[in-house]
């Protein structure tokens, strides 16, 4: 049995994208050869003591907190795989506890957008000979609502209130969040709704945004199009970019944490702060040449 063939096929089954199916494969399959070449004797595919002689492995080589972290988090879902599977019959590792913390009062760098970034995308989404009425409407919803991509492709046209310029998200874990629209953006969207979208191949869909395939627009052909733009606009871009943006700027522009996480739809106000408030390299020497 190849068990890593399987792994993968169960992340396919249960939905995962695949960016993320190939970050667990690979974090797998190095596992896989650091057991192979350091540990000839190991029977199971994981075990706590293996998990744990890897973990030390991998801080020995001294990568980034953050490398490791996300190796650990990939074996708990190949451990959540075994468990399911019958392989093996125990739970080695615990997020909690394996996870190495990071030092209290340590930034996180949030990549975002400057201002003059985000007025450029603008202005090359404007471009009509280069973008479809559709790909400016995914540009403006993800940058003035702050939405998932995920969110985002499962907009339906009954979640959009015109009379109040609300829309209805439905986020992870089912939550349900209503945020406003602004009105240009609302204008775009009616414009794409009485032109390009009426004449598409599925104008009858529940769904605001269609593809020539299916009535539902897919999430990966979002990250794939963005990808696709980003050497002619000359910035890397992908749908979460948009959504830490959206967060960062209504930030700095003294919008309430408060009002800032609701938007986003995190449970909690703490997971913002941890998320999103930073300090950049310019904020902080601007304060020092104050002196």
């Known amino acids: 049995m190849n068990i890593l063939e399987d792994f993968r096929q169960w992340l396919v089954e249960d939905g995962k994208s695949p960016k993320t199916i190939e970050s667990y494969c690979n974090d797998v399959k190095q596992f896989q050869l650091y057991l192979a070449e350091k540990t000839a004797d190991e029977q199971q595919p994981l075990s706590r003591f293996s998990f744990v002689r890897y973990k030390q492995y991998l801080l020995d080589r001294e990568l980034k907190v953050s490398t490791i972290n996300k190796k650990v988090n990939s074996l708990k879902v190949f451990n959540d795989f075994l468990r399911q599977k019958g392989v093996v019959s125990e739970n080695y590792i615990q997020l909690r506890r394996d996870r190495i913390p990071i030092a209290t009062g340590s930034e996180r760098v949030v990549n975002a957008l400057t201002d ?108 794939d199009w963005l990808a696709k733009i980003s050497d002619e606009v000359g910035i890397k871009l ?54």
Not at 254 to 283: A, C, E, F, N
């Open 116 to 223: 003059a970034e985000v007025e450029k995308v603008l202005a090359f989404v404007e471009n009509e000979k280069k973008v479809s009425m559709r790909n400016r409407l995914i540009v403006h919803i993800l940058t003035f609502t702050a939405l998932r991509v995920s969110e985002l492709v499962n907009i339906k046209l009954a979640d959009i209130d015109p009379l109040t310029s609300t829309l209805t998200v439905r986020g992870k874990g089912g939550k349900v969040r209503e945020i406003g629209i602004r009105n240009d953006l609302m204008e775009l969207i009616k414009k794409y709704q009485a032109g390009e979208r009426r004449t598409s191949k599925f104008p009858y869909s529940e769904y605001l945004l269609t593809s020539q395939r299916s009535k539902k627009m897919h999430r990966d052909a979002v990250r």
């Open 238 to 291: 992908h749908p979460h970019l948009f959504r830490r943006t959206c967060a960062t700027l209504l930030l700095k522009r003294g919008v309430p944490i408060v009002t800032v996480s609701k938007i986003l739809g995190h449970h909690s106000v703490d997971m913002t702060s941890k998320m999103y408030i930073q300090t950049s390299r310019k904020d902080k020497q601007d304060a020092l040449d104050l002196l």
